[in-house]
């Protein structure tokens, strides 16, 4: 079989799969975000009450496997009674994962606007909530998005480890027609391929963009 | 609902730590590869060659930007396509070696990239080799920058040992797995294995931290 026929036979497939994958993405992304500003606003507090479990959360996550994290949601707590399927197990468990990465980054991001800037929104007698929404906030963009950038190819790279808990994804497909036609080379390598697409010619031009508009957005503030 | 046992937990215990010892391991080699690799590809970018180069950044970011899950599958299930025996351990050891590589050479590229420029003129205004230059000036220069990152990915590495499970390495996962198929008790099996990871990394992430202030202290001192 060559691989032009491979193709014919199985990239439906493993673009159905790719297709799970995206959508796996973007929930977990927009899960991710906002555990990451809520954490990481929540580790900036004074109050122990906030910073506490902030801090346990952040290094709980941190400190564990997401492999590890993805099991547990799914074997294990159907035990204790919750039973959750497995794209939302997946997409739970890589929300809590990168949650708590991304909140140490919005935490870095917050911190790393000059104090300067917090003095003169007080002096100019602003609100907290204004100082955060019209000063703070918009200044932490430019800091914040490469990293963030970084961490969210981590994140679609982390979705594979979905197809493991039996949810129909790029991988799980990979590894369905692998099982059955053992043309591992061809399979793999055009999953392979696939997801170097997804980063490198989608992704990552996307990241690049929110970057150059959040650096010009401030830059003509 | 299921309660936990603590008999079971002590039962299995001593499996649970004898996979330790090989998860331990797996993330060992596999960083030792991976600091060589990484010192490999580095170089690959930095050849008079740019062809070379541009060839070496190309696999790189192929390698950085695809999951490393699949990664291992494409090792293990392809060398024997094409009549190369690969155990789940060499695979995995080789894939983790690669994946890892790419970030180090990364760390490696931005610690140089950090060294400033004026350390460089002035060698050469001293006329000092090249060799000379990167092993006093350069290099101990370098090393503090690279430090914290170097020492993120043996954390990280660490942390994606479990995915070895799925060739079939028998680390902390995969005994967890295998537990939980023998006994149907997959609470404490899990459980366990994530609060290993936690007391393991933990510690070795803030030592990491106490080693990089000290080494940066040192060098801050001991400059001439």
Not at chain 1, 188 to 203: D, E, K, N, P
Not at chain 2, 41 to 50: K, N, V, Y
Request: aromatic share 12%.
């Amino acid at each position: 079989m060559s691989y032009w026929e491979f193709l014919a036979e199985y990239l439906p497939k493993l673009a159905s799969g790719a297709l799970m994958t995206i959508g796996v993405m973007i929930c977990a992304t927009l899960l991710a975000a906002a555990i990451s500003i809520l954490f990481g606003l929540m580790r900036l507090s004074r109050n122990w009450a906030f910073q506490g479990p902030a801090t346990v959360y952040i290094e709980f996550f941190r400190g564990t496997s997401l492999l590890v994290q993805l099991y547990w949601i799914y074997y294990v707590l159907p035990l204790m009674g919750l039973t959750l399927t497995p794209f939302v197990s997946g997409v739970l468990a890589l929300g809590l994962n990168f949650g708590a990465y991304g909140a140490e980054i919005v935490r870095g991001g917050i911190q790393s606007v000059p104090r300067g800037q917090w003095e003169a929104a007080r002096a100019l007698n602003l609100s907290v909530s204004q100082q955060m929404r019209s000063i703070i906030i918009p200044q932490t963009f430019p800091i914040v998005l490469p990293p963030v950038a970084n961490l969210t190819v981590e994140l679609l790279k982390a979705t594979a480890l979905v197809a493991l808990i039996s949810a129909v994804d790029l991988m799980f497909v990979a590894k369905q027609i692998n099982a059955t036609t053992w043309l591992s080379a061809q399979t793999f390598g055009t999953a392979l391929l696939i997801y170097y697409v997804m980063a490198r010619i989608a992704l990552i031009p996307f990241l690049r963009w929110l970057e150059v508009l959040a650096a010009r957005k401030v830059g003509k503030a | 609902m299921m309660e936990w046992r603590w008999d079971f937990t002590f039962e299995i215990l001593p499996r649970m730590l004898w996979a330790t010892g090989n998860t331990l391991l797996a993330a060992g080699v596999g960083y030792l590869i991976a600091v060589v690799v990484g010192l490999v590809l580095m170089l690959g970018q930095r050849t008079p060659s740019r062809i070379i180069n541009v060839l070496v950044r190309e696999a790189v970011e192929f390698i950085r930007s695809t999951p490393l899950l699949v990664q291992l599958f494409f090792v293990f299930f392809v060398a024997p396509q094409f009549g190369i025996k690969l155990s789940a351990w060499n695979s995995a050891m080789l894939t983790i070696g690669l994946h890892f590589g790419t970030y180090l050479s990364e760390v490696y590229r931005g610690a140089l990239e950090g060294v400033p420029k004026g350390q460089w003129e002035a060698c050469r205004a001293l006329n000092f080799s090249t060799a000379y230059t990167y092993r006093r000036v350069v290099l101990p220069q370098a090393f503090p920058i690279a430090l914290p990152g170097m020492g993120n990915y043996l954390v990280g590495i660490f942390k994606e040992t479990p995915l070895l499970a799925t060739i079939g390495v028998a680390e902390l996962m995969h005994t967890a797995n295998a537990l939980g198929a023998e006994t149907y008790r997959y609470l404490e099996p899990y459980t366990m294995v994530g609060f290993i990871f936690l007391i393991i990394s933990l510690p070795t992430a803030m030592g990491l931290r106490r080693l990089e202030a000290a080494v940066s202290r040192a060098q801050g001192n001991t400059h001439l």
